[in-house]
C-alpha cells in the first residue's frame, strides 16, 4: 500500500516535467525501514526513480546507487603459527568502517569517473577511508575487505542497476541475515562527461522488533536481571520438560 | 526454518539447533552427563560466536541437569554438605573463570583458548576412561573380581578443618573438595560445560565417595555452577542468549528422555569406555582443527 502511494507520488512528478526547477534525478526506495524480527533471514530493498533527461542520450549519464550502514570499529588479526598450533597474533584496528556497504551503477564506476570524484564521494572499496590503528602492513585492509566480502555486509556491483524505457531505472540492495541495526544512507548519483551532475540522498532505518528486540535491549541495558531471567528460564524449561517426557 | 539469535545476532535454522539440542541429549541419557562438552563445540562448529556458544552451552546444561537432580534428590542420592562444599569451591572458580573469559575475550584468544581447554581436558579424561573401562572389563573377561577398599588413605587424608560427611561415609578435610570445586568451576565457565564428566571420576577416585551418591551430588554442583556461570556470563560478558539455550533445551529434554531408556540396557563399563571414546573423538576433532593450517589466514572481530 505505502508503495503504491510512493508510486503515485513518484508519477505525479514524472508527470510535471514542465516545472523548470524539477530536480534531475528523482529517487525513492521501495521501504524506509527493514525489520529485523525473530523470523529475519535478510532483506532486500528496491531503489527505484527516474531522471529528467533521457539516459540513452549522448554523452551517456549514468546512475550510482551506493548505500552504506553504521560505522563499527573492528580488530582485524592474522593467525600466526605457534609450537604448532593456530594463534591469533598481531592485529590492526579500523576504529571506523561502515558496517554494510553496497555499490552498484550502470557500468564500473572506474569507467564513470575519474578517481578523485570515486575518492569523493567514496565509490569503490579502493576509495572507502579505513583509518587504521596498529599494524600498518596492507594486507590487513585486503583481509577486511574479503572478509566484509565472504559475509555479504559489503558488496559491488551484486545487482546491476537497470534502466526501463528511457527515463525509469531501479537497483536492488541485499542486506544479508547479519545486518546491524541502525540508520542507513541510500545516495543516489547521476554523473555525466566524468562528473557527478546531481545526487539525492535516502535513508533507511533497519530496526530489531518484536521478541528479538526486547531481548537484545534487555540483555544490553539491564543484564544482571536478564541473567536472572535466563536462569530462571532454563530452570523452568528443564522441570517443564520432565514433567511432559516422564515415562510412567 | 530460520531463527533470529538476539544475542548472537544471527539468522540460524531452528530444526538444526533442535537437532543437536536432541542428538546431545540423547546422548547425555545414554552416558548419564549433560553433553555440555559435545555441544559447545558443536555450536562453535555450527559458526556460532565462541562467547555465545560457551554462555548459552552453561545455560543449557543448568536446564538440562535440572531434572536430573530432582529426579536423584528424590531417591536420597544427593549429599548436601559434600554439595554445598563443592559449590562453595564451584563459586570461586566460576565467578575467577568469567573474569579469566572476558580477559581472553579482550585479547582476542576466546576460540584458541577455548579449543584448547577441550583439547587437553577431554584428551585427559577420556584417555582415563578409555583405560579404566577396558581394564575393568578384561578383568570381568578373566573372571577374578578384585576386592577394592571402600577408599585408600593417601596423604589427602592427612589435611586438617575435617568435616564428617554422613551421607559419604567420609572424614575428610574439606580443602580437597574445595579444590575441585574450584577447579572445575573455572573449567565450567571457560568452556561453558557443567563438567560431571569430569567432576564424577575426581569424586569416585579422589575423595572415595560411594558411587550411589557421587551422580546425584555431582548434579547438584553442576545445576549450581552452571547457574552461576549463566548469571556472570550475561551479567559481564553479555553473551547468554535465551534464543538458542530454548530451542537447544526444547529438542535436549525430549533427546535425553530416548537416550535414558536405551542406556539402561548397557553395561556399565561398556557404556563408559564408549563414552570415553566420544571424549577421545570430540578432542581429537577439535586439535586437528587447531593444528591444521587455517583456510584464512585473517580474522575479524568487533573491538571491545
Excluded at chain 1, 525513492?28 to 526513480?49: C, N
Excluded at chain 2, 543449557?60 to 529426579?71: D, F, H, M
Excluded at chain 2, 578384561?138 to 577394592?148: E, I, M, N, T, Y
Excluded at chain 2, 575423595?207 to 549450581?224: E, Y
Aim: with cysteine.
Amino acid at each position: 500500500m505505502m508503495l503504491l502511494a510512493r508510486a503515485l507520488v513518484l508519477l505525479g512528478s514524472l508527470m510535471a516535467p514542465a516545472l523548470a526547477s524539477a530536480p534531475p534525478i528523482t529517487a525513492e526506495l521501495s521501504t524506509d525501514r527493514v525489520d529485523i524480527s525473530t523470523g529475519f533471514t535478510g532483506a532486500s530493498v528496491l531503489v527505484f526513480g527516474a531522471t529528467q533527461s533521457f539516459l540513452g542520450v549522448d554523452p551517456p549519464e549514468d546512475l550510482i546507487v551506493v548505500a552504506t550502514g553504521p560505522t563499527q570499529g573492528v580488530v582485524v588479526r592474522r593467525k600466526i603459527n605457534v609450537l604448532g598450533i593456530w594463534l591469533n597474533g598481531p592485529s590492526t584496528r579500523f576504529p571506523d568502517v561502515p558496517g554494510f556497504y553496497a555499490l552498484t551503477a550502470t557500468r564500473r564506476v572506474w569507467e564513470i569517473l575519474p578517481e578523485e570524484e570515486r575518492r569523493q564521494y567514496r565509490l569503490g572499496f579502493d576509495n572507502l577511508r579505513l583509518r587504521s590503528e596498529g599494524n600498518s602492513n596492507p594486507a590487513f585492509r585486503a583481509a577486511l575487505l574479503e572478509l566484509k566480502q565472504s559475509g555479504g555486509r559489503w558488496h559491488e556491483y551484486a545487482a546491476p542497476v537497470s534502466r526501463a524505457g528511457e527515463r525509469l531505472f531501479s537497483a536492488r540492495i541485499a542486506f544479508p541475515a547479519t545486518v546491524q541495526a541502525g540508520d542507513y544512507q541510500i545516495e543516489v548519483l547521476l554523473a555525466r562527461e566524468n562528473r557527478v551532475i546531481a545526487r539525492q540522498e535516502l535513508s533507511l532505518r533497519v530496526e530489531r522488533v518484536g521478541t528479538a528486540a526486547d531481548i537484545a535491549s534487555l540483555a544490553r541495558g539491564q543484564p544482571l536481571l536478564y541473567g536472572v531471567l535466563c536462569v530462571v528460564l532454563a530452570v523452568l524449561a528443564g522441570w517443564l520438560g520432565s514433567v511432559l517426557f516422564r515415562r510412567n | 526454518m530460520q531463527v533470529y539469535l538476539p544475542i548472537a545476532e544471527m539468522s540460524v535454522d531452528a530444526l538444526l539447533l533442535l537437532g543437536i539440542g536432541f542428538g546431545v541429549g540423547w546422548l547425555s541419557g545414554l552416558f548419564g552427563v549433560g553433553g555440555g562438552f559435545l555441544l559447545t563445540p558443536l555450536l562453535m562448529l555450527i559458526g556460532i560466536p565462541s562467547a555465545v556458544a560457551v554462555a548459552s552451552g552453561a545455560n543449557q546444561t543448568l536446564g538440562a541437569s535440572i531434572s536430573g537432580l530432582v529426579a536423584q534428590w528424590r531417591r536420597g542420592n544427593v549429599d548436601w554438605r559434600m554439595g554445598l562444599t563443592l559449590f562453595a569451591g564451584g563459586l570461586l572458580g566460576s565467578a575467577l573463570g568469567v573474569q579469566i573469559f572476558a580477559l581472553l575475550k579482550r585479547w582476542g584468544q576466546v576460540d584458541v583458548a577455548v579449543s584448547l581447554f577441550y583439547v587437553v581436558i577431554l584428551g585427559i579424561v577420556g584417555a582415563l576412561m578409555v583405560r579404566e573401562s577396558v581394564s575393568a572389563l578384561l578383568r570381568r573377561r578373566r573372571g577374578a573380581a578384585p576386592r577394592r577398599k571402600l577408599h585408600e588413605h593417601t596423604w589427602l587424608h592427612g589435611l586438617p578443618f575435617k568435616l564428617r560427611f554422613r551421607d559419604s561415609r567420609l572424614y575428610i578435610s574439606v580443602i580437597p573438595p574445595l579444590a575441585i570445586g574450584f577447579g572445575i568451576g573455572i573449567l565450567s565457565a571457560i568452556m561453558g560445560v557443567g563438567g560431571g564428566f569430569m567432576l564424577v571420576p575426581a569424586m569416585i577416585y579422589i575423595l572415595g565417595m560411594p558411587t550411589a551418591i557421587v551422580i546425584g551430588t555431582s548434579l547438584f554442583q553442576v545445576v549450581f555452577v552452571s547457574a552461576n556461570v549463566t548469571l556472570l556470563q550475561a551479567w559481564q560478558v553479555g553473551s547468554v542468549d535465551i534464543v538458542l539455550t530454548m530451542l537447544l533445551l526444547a529438542g535436549g529434554v525430549a533427546g535425553a528422555q530416548f537416550g535414558a531408556a536405551m542406556g539402561t540396557k548397557l553395561r556399565g563399563e561398556e557404556t563408559r569406555a564408549l563414552l570415553g571414546l566420544l571424549v577421545l573423538s570430540v578432542a581429537f576433532g577439535l586439535a586437528w582443527n587447531l593444528l591444521q593450517t587455517p583456510s584464512r589466514a585473517f580474522t575479524l572481530g568487533p573491538i571491545s
